[in-house]
Nanobody, 123 residues
Framework: QVQLVESGGGLVQAGGSLRLSCAAS????????MGWFRQAPGKEREFVAA????????YLADSVKGRFTISRVHAKNSVYLQMNSLKPEDTAVYYC????????????????WGQGTQVTVSS
């Protein structure tokens, strides 16, 4: 069982940076793969980034490669999404997700979701 709470969203101008945090709790947290997804107004939810339970493997959507990084710190029970060179098209609600399967996270078929945090990028 995993509980997820996102934070760090806000308003930033294009070209700026923002770091999202996901605070997790649960005795099996260290065994879960984690990911970030986003949903823009009028759009379907899309995959952004994933990280394996050990942190040894990461995968980023093509739209954010070279700009975003995902990381986790087990000692803090936290997962982060560092977003640099932000663009207006990055505007969305960002959701933290977790599942025992890395493949499930990559596919968005996860067992646990956070409530989301709004990211708005102005031009």
């Amino acid at each position: 069982q995993v509980q997820l709470v996102e934070s760090g969203g806000g308003l930033v101008q294009a070209g700026g940076s923002l770091r999202l945090s996901c605070a997790a709790s649960g005795r099996t947290f260290s065994t879960y793969a984690m990911g970030w997804f986003r949903q823009a107004p009028g759009k379907e939810r899309e995959f952004v980034a994933a990280i394996s339970f050990s942190g040894g493997s990461t995968y980023l959507a093509d739209s954010v490669k070279g700009r975003f990084t995902i990381s986790r710190v087990h000692a803090k029970n936290s997962v982060y999404l560092q977003m640099n060179s932000l663009k207006p098209e990055d505007t969305a609600v960002y959701y933290c997700a977790a599942d025992s399967s890395y493949a499930a996270v990559l596919e968005g078929r996860v067992g646990y979701w956070g409530q989301g945090t709004q990211v708005t990028v102005s031009s």
